[in-house]
């Protein structure tokens, strides 16, 4: 297993913005998945691209693989305020457990 | 979207005492189940991978006499906290995926806090 390492470590939007987190990562990949947590909960799974897969789309969501520089992005549109949380990426391959770096917190202003 | 369920979703116990957390998945099975371990404003770090019918493989540095893991079923693993100390308190997350599937998704609990006085 191995971790990605979120950037920035923190980010602070005004409602309404759009928020874009990053994530790299040190060796081949499956798939690259991208959590969120809320203070206190559990994660939640938002998306997950697959290596073969540039750009995927969910809602709100956008991520962005390169697998030629191991890194990739998270782009929420149209920030709320419920989008507070912190984002978590986990780049996976076989059937291993994911592993999470420190991640991104996201404040959304009103 | 597949649940997993904690229970209990808190706790507080005294120092000395063990507490069990329980990690059910609802409606699908798992043979297989991560425990992991958040203090405040730090990441998730895996402690065991917990494996129905054998034993639990621990990650370096995780006291597998101190957190015993039972993965008694395809929905249920448990991890008892023993001689708990208040440097145990944490938060307590375990994830599945579900079995047969890719292994690529994995499903996470909501969690439980522990307070060990």
């Known amino acids: 297993s191995q971790q990605g390492e979120e950037d920035p470590q923190a980010l602070s939007i005004q409602e309404g913005e759009n928020a874009t987190m990053n994530c790299s990562y040190k060796t081949s990949i499956n798939n690259l998945q991208w959590y969120r947590q809320n203070s206190g909960r559990g994660l939640v799974h938002l998306i997950l691209i697959r290596s073969n897969e540039r750009e995927k789309h969910s809602g709100r969501l956008r991520v962005t693989l390169d697998t030629s520089k191991k890194s990739s992005s998270l782009l929420i549109t149209a920030s709320r305020a419920a989008d507070t949380a912190s984002y978590f990426c986990a780049p996976h391959s076989g059937n291993t457990p994911l592993v999470f770096g420190k991640g991104t917190r996201l404040s959304v202003i009103a | 979207g597949a649940v997993v369920s904690q229970h209990p979703s808190w706790v507080i116990c005294k120092s000395g005492t063990s507490v069990k957390i329980e990690c059910r998945s609802l409606?699908?099975?798992?043979?297989?189940m991560f425990w992991y371990r958040q203090f405040p404003k730090q990441s998730l770090m895996l402690m065991a991978t917990s494996n129905e019918g054998s034993k639990a493989t621990y990650e370096q540095g995780v006291e597998k006499d101190k957190f015993l893991i039972n993965h008694a079923s395809l929905t249920l693993s448990t991890l008892t906290v023993t001689s708990a100390h208040p440097e145990d308190s944490s938060f307590y997350i375990c994830?599945?995926?579900?079995?047969?599937?890719?292994?690529?998704?994995?499903?996470f609990g909501p969690g439980t806090r522990l307070t060990v006085l």
């Open positions: 409606d699908f099975q798992a043979t297989t």
């Open positions: 994830s599945a995926p579900p079995a047969g599937g890719p292994g690529d998704t994995q499903y």
